[in-house]
């Protein structure tokens, strides 16, 4: 049936100046890729984003109006889309795991030893892809178990970055609901909630002087427009503990340097996907 679609989309790419699916992945593919450096350009330099997507247009031989009317024809044929997008989602995964495969001998170099005790339970995928079309995934919810690791007052912390894919004026009808609800021994349940309308990172803190049982959580994308599409960017799951009785402190210091760590990755990451525009 999919097949089907993109060959009649092929086939109609001279009468209606629709472009050929592989030629639309290409091109969101590096305008995806503008998104993400566009949205880490510090407010002064945000004057540069016309640069970024008007070059994508240029290497591609397109027109903003001709990716724009694309995407409206083949949100007709939400198989045909969730194709492109689901080859966009391997093709960024894939090229994540590169940078990481070629940042892993520094990676063992650098002094990850802080004050307390943290540790990354996320075991999934590090690219998620959210849609809000009926016929696709608008909904992502994981379960960690319960571990004989954990122990009372440990502070866990999903945390992610998390970008729309389409490219427009700020609405109250599109929205990133993610939940963090953690279950503990003692039959507590403590959550916490967050809301995004725009791309950007997020972090989400639940904690409780009993034992954790069971944490679960929910990303939920909400859209007026059948065509949105998102992408949650290396989502982690972080438990900070205390090596001491200062649990507070040492566990907000342990954050700290955690944050700052995951910063420092991303702007790298960040910098390779400029150069890789920049030189292609």
Request: charged share 25%; with cysteine; net charge negative.
């Amino acid at each position: 049936m999919v097949a089907m679609v993109l060959s009649v989309a092929c086939s109609e790419k001279h009468r209606g100046g629709m472009l050929p699916p592989a030629k639309l992945e290409a091109v969101l593919y590096d305008y995806h890729l503008a998104q993400v450096i566009v949205s880490d350009l510090p407010s002064s330099q945000r004057y540069k984003k016309d640069l970024y997507f008007n070059y994508v247009y240029d290497k591609h031989g397109v027109t903003a109006a001709e990716v724009d009317s694309s995407l409206v024809y083949y949100a007709r044929y939400p198989e045909g889309l969730s194709e492109i997008y689901a080859n966009l989602s391997k093709r960024i995964e894939n090229e994540l795991l590169r940078m990481e495969n070629e940042d892993k001998p520094i990676k063992a170099r650098e002094a990850i030893s802080v004050v307390g005790d943290s540790v990354d339970l996320w075991y999934d995928t590090r690219l998620l892809q959210l849609s809000s079309s009926p016929l696709a995934n608008s909904r992502y919810t994981f379960i960690i178990p319960i571990d004989t690791n954990f122990k009372a007052g440990d502070h866990l912390t999903w945390s992610g970055k998390a970008i729309f894919l389409q490219d427009r004026v700020d609405s109250l009808y599109r929205y990133l609901h993610l939940n963090l609800k953690v279950k503990y021994m003692n039959d507590s349940i403590a959550s916490a909630d967050t809301l995004l309308h725009t791309s950007g990172n997020f972090s989400i803190t639940v904690s409780d002087t009993s034992v954790v049982k069971t944490i679960y959580g929910t990303a939920y994308l909400k859209s007026s427009d059948a065509a949105e599409r998102l992408l949650i960017v290396t989502p982690s799951i972080v438990r900070t503990r205390s090596s001491n009785d200062s649990l507070v402190v040492d566990s907000s210091v342990v954050q700290q340097q955690v944050d700052a760590m995951n910063e420092a990755r991303s702007l790298k990451s960040v910098d390779k996907l400029q150069l890789q525009i920049a030189h292609e």
